[in-house]
């Protein structure tokens, strides 16, 4: 039957209730002391709506159901980590870190990791810093590396002092030391110390070859010394020593000249689309230049050619000189100098020194640098247009 609280019977809980001038807003409450309940107003009040005092949340609306999000536009700060799950966009302005989180360095603040896997099986204080997706991704105790790029440094270890810059630079080292790559794919192969590549694939497929610097799209690219062994190899250039495949020690390449799988000790200088000298440099004893021909005497130059001076190299492969030549003239007269020698390169070869008038009393002088070899003398002849008027003279220098 119909609930009747002016009857002790039924009730709410099994006490009475007691309902006197019911207004709007009054609630139900229980009254200890006569052991009823009675309608009374809240000493507070309800709740009528609702409002953010620092701007951090969106309310909408205000009264009823409500709904209360995060306002973006506000300057919010969080104190705690903060995960986003589908990833974060930056439309306009800037992110700054104020800190990295520890879970991002190996747990150390002496590191430094921003990427996917970067640094990932880092175990100590080892002052390493890894920018990129998986870069320095197994490093575990290898101390004082820079590896920045996608799999930059991915396979090091334990290996110290390093920096590789470039998607995969350096992917392929472990324990070694001292190694600085630039570039996509620079020094990707290497798993030895002391090396410097600078170019995208530059020395990439370099395993165990030591202490060798690198400059260049390409440079050495084909270098792969599996003997641990030092190859004090210097290639500077587009593709340069592009043909060296892993046995050649203690070369000098400068320029787009891809060199001779094998050798070693020699200097080339050039572009292979052009031509380019090539030196032994074992032939080499010191810096400057020693007189092997020439005692700077003066000799007449008449109408029909005159030799000045003629020397024959030694090396069949090829070794620098330089002719130093001087002219006096006690009259006015036209002097043709003439040098010829074979080149190892571009074979035999004839260069006019001087070919101009000169005046009474004047001097002519200057240096020829060349590469010859023994298939031929260096040679300096010379005519005149007037006989006895000139007198030449010509010295021959070898570079020690």
Not at 49 to 67: E, F, H, K, Q, R
Not at 166 to 176: E, I, M, R, V
């Amino acid at each position: 039957m119909p609930f009747n609280p002016s009857t002790t019977d039924g009730g709410v809980g099994g006490y009475p209730v007691t309902l006197t001038d019911i207004t709007s807003g009054q609630v139900l409450e229980f009254d200890t002391t006569t052991m009823s309940w009675v309608n009374t107003t809240p000493s507070s009040g309800g709740v009528t709506s609702i409002s953010n005092s620092d701007g951090s949340l969106t309310i909408s609306p205000t009264t009823g159901a409500s709904v209360a999000s995060l306002n973006v536009a506000h300057a919010n700060t969080w104190s705690a980590l903060q995960t986003f799950s589908s990833g974060l966009t930056v439309s306009a302005g800037t992110i700054t870190f104020d800190t990295v989180p520890q879970a991002s360095q190996g747990g150390y603040p002496e590191n430094t990791a921003y990427g996917t896997g970067a640094l990932n099986s880092n175990v100590g204080n080892t002052n390493c810093t890894a920018v990129g997706a998986w870069a320095g991704y197994s490093n575990s105790t290898g101390y004082y590396n820079s590896f920045f790029g996608g799999g930059a440094g991915y396979s090091n270890r334990t290996g110290g002092y390093n920096s590789f810059f470039g998607f995969y630079a350096g992917y392929s080292n472990l324990t070694t030391d001292y190694n600085a790559f630039f570039g996509y794919y620079a020094g990707a192969s290497t798993t030895a110390s002391y090396n410097s590549f600078f170019g995208g694939s530059a020395g990439y497929k370099n395993t165990s070859g030591y202490a060798n610097s690198f400059f260049g799209y390409a440079a050495g690219y084909n270098y792969n010394n599996t003997s641990s062994v030092y190859g004090y190899l210097v290639l500077i250039g587009y593709e340069a020593g592009y043909n060296y495949t892993g046995s050649e020690t203690n070369n000098i390449v400068i320029g787009y000249v891809e060199g001779t799988a094998g050798e070693s000790g020699m200097l080339r200088i050039g572009n292979n689309n052009v031509s380019y000298i090539t030196a032994q440099m074992t032939s080499m004893k010191g810096l400057g230049y020693a007189p092997i021909y020439g005692a700077g005497l003066l000799v007449s130059i008449g109408t029909t050619a005159t030799t000045i001076a003629t020397y024959t190299p030694t090396s069949s492969t090829g070794q620098f000189f330089v002719v130093k030549w001087v002219l006096s003239a006690s009259a006015a007269a036209t002097p043709t100098l003439t040098l010829t020698f074979t080149d190892p390169k571009a074979g035999a070869q004839t260069v006019t020194l001087y070919n101009t008038a000169m005046s009474a009393d004047t001097v002519a002088q200057g240096t020829y640098v060349l590469v010859a070899t023994s298939a031929a003398a260096i040679t300096v002849s010379a005519t005149a247009s007037v006989a006895g008027d000139i007198f030449g003279s010509v010295t021959i220098d070898e570079e020690q």
